[in-house]
């Protein structure tokens, strides 16, 4: 990453506009991570119910559910900000 993402990732990281990430877990199956974060808030076997819980955050958040595949890549996103 550049400088300048690794700035907007730490200003964003644990605020209000943090985004929600639904990522691989190696120990788990799938988890949540939000933005600047290292650890995941939620994780389950689930891919499915990770998904969900991630947008019921977001939306609550009114901010982004990003869903990544197993190679980490970007398979979609739901948007709940306003």
Do not use: C, L
Request: aromatic content about 8%; glycine content about 6%.
């Amino acid at each position: 990453m550049t400088e300048k993402s690794d700035q907007y990732f730490e200003d964003r990281a644990n605020s209000d506009e943090a985004r929600y990430h639904v990522v691989p877990n190696a120990d788990e199956g799938w988890g949540i991570k939000r933005e600047g974060s290292e650890d995941h808030e939620y994780t389950a076997s689930s891919k499915s119910d990770v998904v969900e819980e991630a947008k019921k955050r977001a939306q609550d958040a009114g901010t982004m559910a990003i869903i990544h595949d197993d190679n980490g890549q970007i398979e979609e996103q739901h948007n709940y900000e306003s």
